[in-house]
C-alpha cells in the first residue's frame, strides 16, 4: 500500500507539506463529531483504506482513528475546500468520536450575548 498522495491530489492542495485542517462529519445526521489535522502520508492512508488517519500533533505520529479505543471512522467521502487548504471527511463513527467519551468533540456550548 502506498503512503504517498498521487500527483493529482497533491495538485489539489495548497500546500501538500503543510498540516491541513480535517473536519469529520457524521455521514448520517450530519453532526460535526471533531477536527483533526493530516498531513500527505495520512491522507494517502486514507485514501487507501478508507479508515480515518490522521497527524497526532501531540505523539508526531500517524494515528488511525479507533486502532486503540475500536471507535473508528469509516470514511465515505472527502470534499477538499475552495482554497485547498481543509478537508472534510464524511464519516460512518463507531462509538464516540471525542477521547472525553462524548459524541462529538463540540460538546461545550459558549453563550453568545444577544
Request: hydrophobic letters at 40%; glycine letters at 6%.
Amino acid at each position: 500500500m502506498s503512503r504517498d498522495l498521487s500527483p493529482e491530489i497533491s495538485a489539489l492542495l495548497k500546500d501538500p507539506a503543510t498540516l491541513i485542517p480535517a473536519v469529520a462529519q457524521d455521514i448520517h445526521s450530519g453532526e460535526v463529531l471533531m477536527l483533526a489535522y493530516v498531513n500527505a502520508q495520512s491522507l494517502a492512508a486514507t485514501l487507501a483504506t478508507g479508515h480515518a488517519t490522521y497527524w497526532s500533533r501531540s505523539r508526531n505520529e500517524l494515528w488511525e482513528k479507533g486502532a486503540t479505543s475500536g471507535n473508528t471512522q469509516i470514511v465515505h467521502s472527502i470534499a477538499l475546500d475552495c482554497d485547498g487548504d481543509a478537508l472534510l471527511f464524511k464519516v460512518e463513527q463507531s462509538g464516540p468520536a471525542c477521547h472525553t467519551g462524548e459524541r462529538s468533540c463540540f460538546h461545550r456550548d459558549i453563550e453568545i450575548a444577544r
